[in-house]
Nanobody
Framework: QVQLVESGGGLVQAGGSLRLSCVASGSIFSVNGMGWYRQAPGKQRELVAAVTSGGNTNYADSAKGRFTISRDNAKNTVYLQMNSLKPEDTAVYYC???????????????WGKGTLVTVSS
């Protein structure tokens, strides 16, 4: 069993900052790519940022220059530092990770349950 648990969401005023965290736990052999997605009401889930196990990053255009993704491989944790937040950043933010489990050495894609970010104007 593998679990991803997000934290750090909340209510913030426009221009403010939040830091999201996501911890992977369970029967983990290795953690490969990790990323953050978001889904606003009435919209499809979209990629915000992703980071490989080697530290290479990829950002959505809407996140470039404002958000920073990072990871701590020793802790199986990925972070999303969000600065200069805008009302349009309001969404449920989900963590996703590609993990090789220690039981079967199978590769799977796992999602967290999400954390709500609300940016007020």
């Amino acid at each position: 069993q593998v679990q991803l648990v997000e934290s750090g969401g909340g209510l913030v005023q426009a221009g403010g900052s939040l830091r999201l965290s996501c911890v992977a736990s369970g029967s983990i052999f290795s953690v490969n790519g990790m990323g953050w997605y978001r889904q606003a009401p009435g919209k499809q889930r979209e990629l915000v940022a992703a980071v490989t196990s080697g530290g290479n990053t990829n950002y959505a255009d809407s996140a470039k220059g404002r958000f920073t993704i990072s990871r701590d491989n020793a802790k199986n944790t990925v972070y999303l530092q969000m600065n200069s937040l805008k009302p349009e950043d309001t969404a449920v933010y989900y963590c996703k990770s590609t993990i090789i489990t220690s039981i079967s050495l199978a590769t799977g894609h796992y999602w967290g349950k999400g954390t709500l970010v609300t940016v007020s104007s």
